[in-house]
């Protein structure tokens, strides 16, 4: 067995970026921001039917300091709105956003002075979980694609240096 042939079989070459990358995609920390009836079947994505744990998810953080993951579930008022965006900003950077429920996306059926027409209005929404309420598959699903997005992300600029 020539030196080439053990170096294939010992040595696992990849970049910064794609190893960085699938740890932060497999060790997301969700911060579960329920703030109306969506709350209930964002509890049932962690129940052991939907395994929450094999997308490396299962560990909520309820400090936004220790969260890169968002959820917001339910209808945003604005006089809630502060502080959703209060909890948004004290997240460190790199950070995702997942909107649950039509009333995240649109206002819902609450065509209302007192209800924001959408979190985007707020924050930047990277995921919508559409559904009034979504079920739990459609949280599962806008995970699955903050993963695909984390997995093509850049992990550090060229600083321009020579």
């Known amino acids: 067995m020539g030196l080439e042939s053990q170096?294939?079989?010992?040595?696992?070459l990849t970049t910064l970026d794609k190893?960085?990358?699938?740890?932060r995609k497999n060790s997301l920390w969700p911060m579960p921001m329920g703030i109306s009836c969506c709350a209930i079947e964002m509890m049932a994505t962690l129940c052991s039917r939907y395994d929450l744990a094999r997308f490396g998810s299962e560990r909520l953080s309820y400090s936004p300091r220790q969260a890169d993951l968002m959820i917001?579930?339910?209808?945003?008022?604005?006089?809630?709105?502060?502080?959703v965006r209060k909890i948004y900003?004290?997240?460190?950077e790199p950070k995702w956003v997942i909107a649950m429920g039509?009333?995240?996306?649109?206002?819902?059926?609450?065509?209302?002075?007192?209800?924001?027409?959408?979190?985007?209005?707020?924050?930047?929404?990277?995921q919508y979980a559409l559904g009034c309420p979504p079920r739990p598959e459609n949280l599962l699903n806008a995970i699955m694609k903050i993963q695909e997005q984390v997995s093509r992300e850049t992990v550090?600029?060229?600083?321009?240096?020579d």
């Open 7 to 12: 170096i294939q079989d010992t040595v696992f």
């Open 102 to 126: 039509a009333c995240l996306a649109t206002g819902g059926m609450y065509d209302s002075y007192s209800v924001v027409q959408g979190l985007h209005r707020i924050i930047p929404v990277d």
């Open 156 to 161: 550090a600029e060229p600083s321009g240096e």
């Open 19 to 23: 190893a960085v990358n699938w740890g």
């Open 72 to 83: 917001v579930a339910g209808t945003l008022t604005w006089k809630m709105a502060p502080v």
């Open 89 to 92: 900003d004290q997240m460190p």
